[in-house]
């Protein structure tokens, strides 16, 4: 090896380790920052993917793994870390109201504050040029300031005792209003406290509300006395009686705590989550096996009749029949709920003319649910089409011609050859549209929102909601505050079922394959 290859190889070598170690210092930075703010699952997330990241690229002994190791990075970061972090946060009671840690949430109910009940008026003394803020009377004393021009106005004042206020006219109220965002600044250090301005004529002490208790962990209302405790079971700091009993007030923000199966144990204990939850589900289910059905049959359908060599202008129905699904399907939804409108849609309008009625689309359940059936499959036909007409080139033509001279019927030839022929190597993109529709948030979300509401629920249900889109109302729109522990519960809990769905589709499938 000569002198210019070595060189070459050590200004590598110096390259690789010097961004090896950046990426290092990099990854310890940020790993203390997370661990600072209380995010101890992600800063030791951080720390062992890129620790194992470095030494996989460090060693020699680990080369092949360069190549594998950035999928699976990826895969345990972006599937594996937020489904275990999903499963795990059902097991609390994280929501909108038990975010933070403990002693966060100490921190916070010890940095609130109140106004004393004593008030100190202060009026405005011109003085040449500048001003001078009096407070008082308060038991018969007086304070008065140092000078100082409103035109650059200090913002902390040292109040000073004196026997009488200055002879001059005190300013007006005007003058007060004008100068009201500063006086809303400023501090007044007086006798080892700190006012602030209270009203346009008055400064107020500023006093923290809580204050601890002798333990450390128990806090007191310092206006009422109320003595709060942690509540290791609910995740609040809660009212505790001399007696030893736990009274009815809280205090928010509350604290995450384990809760151990009680969210899921709600799912089936709780008929208000109950009851929605298991009509949710078949509906979920009723709802992604029909809009397959409908969707093949008028897919399959469609691409053998623009197939039918006898028909004319074949072209022109192939683009009007795709066009469909050439449009994004955020905006067909929103067209569709302006045409299903009950008063001014162009279908209610076409049946009052024809028949005389005006359905209740979007609030009678029923309807609401053909409607998104309708729809969703509008959206869904021209995709089976497409596959249809491609999968339809690869019947032999010798199969329809041994029909035709057995006198088989066009009814005979497609429920004898083309449809058998069709469904085993449509089975996959089935199971696949199915798993695609059981999840399909966006036409719920755009087009009912879940609606209509059921009635008697303890989180928010509609007769439309499909599992996923009734876990985010429950997650983002409960009326009690974001419930996230019951939402990723439920999360869970779909996770599960749509893995046994899979698992029994893929087993029907191969049985039908086997055959």
């Not at 001014?344 to 409607?371: C, D, T, Y």
Request: include cysteine; charged fraction near 10%; aromatic fraction near 14%.
């Amino acid at each position: 090896m000569n002198s210019m290859a070595k060189h070459r190889l050590l200004r590598s070598l110096v390259v690789k380790w010097g961004l090896l170690l950046l990426l290092a210092c990099l990854t310890g930075y940020l790993a203390i920052l997370m661990y600072l703010h209380g995010e101890y699952l992600f800063a030791l997330l951080a720390v062992l993917i890129i620790g194992v990241g470095i030494f996989v690229f460090a060693s020699s002994k680990t080369y092949a793994w360069r190549y594998v190791y950035p999928g699976l990075a990826g895969m345990g970061l972006f599937i594996l870390f937020p489904l275990i972090y999903t499963i795990a946060i059902g097991f609390t009671n994280y929501s909108s109201e038990h975010q933070l840690t403990q002693n966060r949430a100490q921190n916070v109910l010890l940095s609130r504050q109140v106004v004393s009940a004593t008030r100190y008026p202060f009026q405005l003394y011109p003085q040449q040029q500048q001003w001078r803020l009096a407070l008082g009377p308060v038991d018969s004393k007086l304070w008065l300031s140092e000078p100082f021009a409103l035109e650059h106005p200090p913002t902390t004042l040292t109040m000073q005792p004196v026997d009488a206020l200055p002879s001059q006219k005190a300013a007006s109220l005007r003058v007060v209003i004008q100068h009201r965002d500063w006086l809303g600044k400023v501090q007044l250090k007086l006798d080892h406290q700190t006012l602030t301005m209270s009203s346009l004529r008055a400064f107020s002490a500023m006093m923290p509300l809580y204050r601890l208790g002798r333990d450390g962990a128990e806090l007191i209302n310092q206006q009422t006395g109320i003595h709060y405790r942690p509540n290791m079971e609910t995740g609040n700091y809660q009212a505790f009686s001399s007696e030893g009993h736990w009274g009815k007030e809280r205090l928010t923000p509350g604290f995450t705590v384990n809760t151990g199966w009680y969210n899921f144990a709600r799912i089936i204990t709780d008929p208000g989550i109950r009851g929605p939850f298991i009509g949710i589900f078949f509906w979920t289910v009723i709802f992604a096996s029909l809009t397959v059905v409908f969707t093949v049959a008028i897919g399959m359908v469609l691409a053998c009749l623009v197939q039918w060599e006898a028909l004319r202008g074949k072209a022109i129905y192939r683009v009007l029949l795709i066009l469909p699904y050439a449009v994004p399907a955020f905006i067909s939804i929103l067209i569709f709920k302006g045409l299903f409108n009950q008063s001014f849609g162009e279908i209610n309008l076409l049946l009052s003319h024809i028949f005389g009625i005006r359905p209740e689309w979007f609030n009678n359940p029923f309807l609401a649910k053909v409607m998104v059936l309708i729809v969703n499959t509008w959206l869904g036909y021209p995709y089976m089409m497409i596959l249809c007409m491609g999968l339809l080139k690869a019947i032999p033509e010798d199969l329809y011609e041994a029909s035709a001279m057995d006198g088989a019927t066009v009814v005979q030839n497609f429920f004898r050859i083309t449809l058998p022929l069709l469904l085993k190597p449509l089975t996959p993109l089935m199971i696949a549209s199915f798993a695609f529709n059981f999840n399909n948030f966006v036409l719920i979300q755009l087009l009912t929102n879940g609606g209509p509401d059921r009635l008697g629920t303890t989180t928010p249900a509609g007769y439309t909601d499909l599992l996923v889109s009734y876990t985010y109302r429950i997650a983002f729109e409960g009326s009690g505050g974001q419930d996230f522990g019951l939402a990723a519960a439920i999360s869970t809990v779909i996770f599960l079922l749509v893995g046994a769905l899979a698992v029994i589709n893929l087993k029907a499938s191969r049985i039908q394959f086997d055959n």
